[in-house]
Each structure stands twice: as C-alpha cells, then as structure tokens.
C-alpha cells in the first residue's frame, strides 16, 4: 500500500466533504469526512514508523514497512493526514533533511536529486493549504 497514493486520497475525500459541505449537501460531506477520517487512522497504524519518525509503503503480503528513505514520506504532511505533534513533525522534517542533504553531498545521479528537490519546492507552493 503506497502512502503517497493514500495521502492523495485522504486530501481529495477531504476536499470533496469540504466541496459537499459548501454545497449543503450534509449526507455526502458526513460520507467524505467520514472517509478520510478512516483512511487518517489507517495511515497512522499502517504507515507510520515511530522510530524512523516517518510514513512508509506498507506491504500486504509481509505486513512490513518499507526499508530506507522515500520522498512519500512528506505526502502525509502535504495532504494533513496526520494527527502528529510539533515535535514529532520537526523529526520528520530532520530525517528529510538529512536525506537530502545526502543527496546533494553524493554521486548519486542529479536526477534523483533534482526529483527530491522538486517534491520539497512543489510543498512549499502549497505550504498555505498544509494542515499541520
């Protein structure tokens, strides 16, 4: 289960009850909101690791998260599908850091790097819908 996906959902259905709520349209707001709210608690369960402080791709087949660093791991604090703390939030933040930084001290190819980069330019375009 990929938590970039998930996050994405969990910010269309939020919009969509936002959209229906607008439109007074209580019953499909109550379903949207509903639904993300499920979808919020699942995340937490299945994608978040405490350790690493980040959001991971969770297999079905081995009920395990994935290894290593991903640039998913900002897609839940995007879409604000996370109930997490300041402190935990600037853990997160900490580890995307180090990875990037990473990134650019290695030779690794420029592409990959220019991808990660690209991520944290495009969150901070939207940096005013974030819902930390």
Known sequence: MPV???S???DVETR???FHAS???ADKSSYYALQSNKR???MEVFFWDETDASWKDYNTNTGTRTDGFYASTIFPV???AHDKSPQDLSRVVAGISEHVSFLLKSS??????LNHLALLVCISV???DLRV
Do not use: M, P, Q, Y
């Not at 690794?108 to 790097?113: A, G, R, T, Y």
């Open 4 to 6: 970039d996906l998930n």
């Open 23 to 25: 439109l007074g349209n």
């Open 16 to 18: 969509l009850g936002e």
């Open 40 to 42: 919020k608690v699942a």
């Open 8 to 10: 994405v959902l969990f």
């Open 78 to 80: 995007w879409a604000g």
């Open 126 to 128: 939207r940096s005013s």
């Open 108 to 113: 690794i190819v420029w592409n990959v790097c």
